[in-house]
């Protein structure tokens, strides 16, 4: 038995080491494409680039759809890059939105270095850039796991017409607390995206998506969230992190919003 304390407070140690000295591999996970890369889809799309700021390039890709309503703008998760996360465009686009997803900075073609509030600046940069275009259209604006955080912060800035969270934190530290309870990432954690906070400013209806099985981010985190102010929960009984969309719930509950 106390062989096995011992194994438990070593394992602990380490994750500790892990998450608070090496929190850009285990939050982001982005990885680069070359600027020569090349997109594939099965929509059509735009590739489209902004400069929020002088040598900084932020790469996006847009996808239309027939008889547009208006605009999805789209926040993504961590990991991976826009060849991953433009694939989600016909979850939108059959309910003839469009849909604009960009590559925060080091994800993809996107240059320049990932900070919190760089990220959510730019974040704000590109709907004022998109909502130009959608004057008279709706605007939703959406996030999936870390990006709604993004979303949130961008939705207290910015009116649109909905909020829509997908596998939401209470903030990220809230995260970190579910794996390790016994760690104040609160004083530590680099990156804090405290969508607690933002929430409260947000004057657009909110939604919110959440599977009761997932093990990245767990539900409570997004019905603790769900609370603080008045959102609509969408619960995703045995819904994981990543596989919200293989549930027929989903999509009727999003073509509700979508209308």
């Known amino acids: 038995m106390l062989k096995f304390f011992k194994f438990l407070i070593i394992v602990s140690f380490l994750l500790v ?52 309503k208006g605009l999805v703008f789209y926040n993504h998760g961590n990991a991976d890059n ?13 309910f003839s939105y469009d849909v604009f997803f960009y590559d925060y900075r080091g994800f993809g073609k996107s240059s320049g270095k990932f900070s919190e509030q760089v990220i959510l ?9 998109m909502k130009a275009e959608y004057t008279e259209k709706k605007i939703i604006i959406y996030g999936r796991s870390l990006g709604t955080g ?8 910015r009116k649109a017409d909905a909020l829509i969270l997908e596998t939401p934190y209470y903030n990220m530290a809230d995260v970190g607390k ?8 609160e004083k530590f954690i680099k990156y804090k995206f405290s969508s607690n906070e933002w929430i409260k400013d947000v ?9 009761t099985k997932d093990a990245v981010v767990p539900y409570s985190s997004g019905e603790k969230l769900s609370k603080i102010i008045d959102c609509k ?3 995703i009984e045995n819904g994981k992190h990543k596989n919200l969309a293989v549930f027929e719930k989903y999509h009727s509950e999003l073509s509700k919003i979508l209308q």
Do not use: C
């Not at 600046?121 to 850039?129: G, M, R, T, W």
């Not at 993004?150 to 800035?157: D, G, I, P, Q, R």
């Not at 579910?178 to 990432?185: D, G, I, M, R």
């Not at 004057?203 to 599977?211: A, L, N, Q, Y």
């Open 150 to 157: 993004v979303a949130t912060y961008v939705a207290k800035n």
């Open 233 to 235: 929960l969408i619960t």
């Open 178 to 185: 579910s794996w390790l309870p016994f760690v104040s990432f």
């Open 82 to 94: 826009l060849q991953r996360w433009g694939r989600h465009s016909a979850d939108f686009t059959k």
């Open 17 to 68: 080491i892990i998450v608070l000295f090496f929190q850009d591999i285990v939050v982001l996970h982005p990885i680069k494409l070359p600027k020569e890369y090349v997109y594939k889809f099965d929509e059509p799309f735009e590739e489209i680039n902004f400069s929020p700021q002088t040598k900084t390039q932020i790469n996006g890709l847009l996808f239309r759809a027939k008889n547009s």
């Open 121 to 129: 600046n730019d974040a704000v940069f590109l709907f004022d850039k």
């Open 203 to 211: 004057v657009m209806p909110i939604t919110i998506f959440h599977g």
